[in-house]
């Protein structure tokens, strides 16, 4: 189960995000109630359940997309529960969709630097980059990150789906994150594709840490040190992907009796 508010308190410093008894309700309906989690810094987690558990949710609270309708939240130590989603953003937190948010008709390359430009102190400059422009090279260096150096001016448009998701993870890497949440990056992808998200996720810096929501077991429990299950809005268990995957009443509730 969580640990209490009250166990944690001294050790703020430690966790990169922290929910004490955040809860959200959308008129008479309970989305999130009473969710008391804490990640720490580097760590990966995934936040798994069935659809309408509250995921989503979830997400949209720690963003700042929907303020909590009680509790609060920290990141690095610092109060964020009623910071705008751009306050958020500039303290390194970022996030992807489930649905594709990326500009078709521009390069992936210039996908990556106008979302390392918007996060950057010359985010109004109307100058063409030069060749050695300083956001220019972190975009080189994320192109590389994700794999899609042979795609680099290829136009978003034509990418595959799975090139496309690659892509959504490259921009929630711009401008130096601390933390990323990753909303079903692997929704629509191929076996193949699959592996190489894998094998993203899993060689990203060891400083920054991620929750990934996600339907795809395998992938979820391959990319995570720690799991969260959640069940109509509330936290349901936790443990290590090993723990979950072999609990009882995991696998009777979430995957059908067992998993393979």
Request: aromatic fraction near 8%; charged fraction near 25%.
């Amino acid at each position: 189960m969580a640990e209490t508010a009250e166990n944690l308190l001294g050790e703020s410093g430690a966790y990169a995000l922290e929910l004490f008894g955040v809860g959200r309700r959308f008129g008479a309906l309970t989305a999130l109630a009473d969710i008391t989690l804490t990640v720490r810094a580097g760590e990966r987690r995934a936040v798994l359940g069935s659809n309408g558990a509250g995921k989503t949710t979830l997400f949209n609270v720690i963003t700042g997309d929907f303020p909590p309708s009680s509790g609060y939240i920290r990141f690095f130590g610092e109060d964020i529960t009623r910071f705008s989603a751009f306050e958020r953003i500039r303290r390194g937190l970022r996030r992807t969709y489930q649905i594709s948010l990326l500009f078709g008709g521009l390069t992936v390359l210039d996908n990556i630097f106008l979302a390392c430009r918007g996060v950057s102190r010359r985010r109004f400059s109307l100058l063409r980059p030069k060749r050695d422009d300083a956001t220019m090279e972190q975009a080189e260096r994320i192109l590389k990150a994700v794999k899609l150096e042979d795609s680099r001016n290829a136009q978003v448009a034509a990418l595959s789906h799975g090139q496309q998701r690659q892509l959504e993870v490259a921009l929630a890497l711009a401008g130096a994150p601390r933390f990323i949440l990753f909303d079903e990056p692997a929704a629509g992808l191929s076996p193949a594709e699959r592996r190489d998200l894998v094998s993203i996720l899993t060689s990203l810096p060891s400083h920054i840490g991620y929750i990934i929501i996600e339907h795809d077991l395998d992938v979820a429990l391959r990319v995570s040190e720690r799991v969260t299950m959640m069940h109509n809005g509330r936290i349901f268990k936790e443990g290590t992907p090993e723990e979950i995957e072999n609990d009882p009443q995991v696998q009777e509730i979430y995957l059908g009796g067992g998993h393979g």
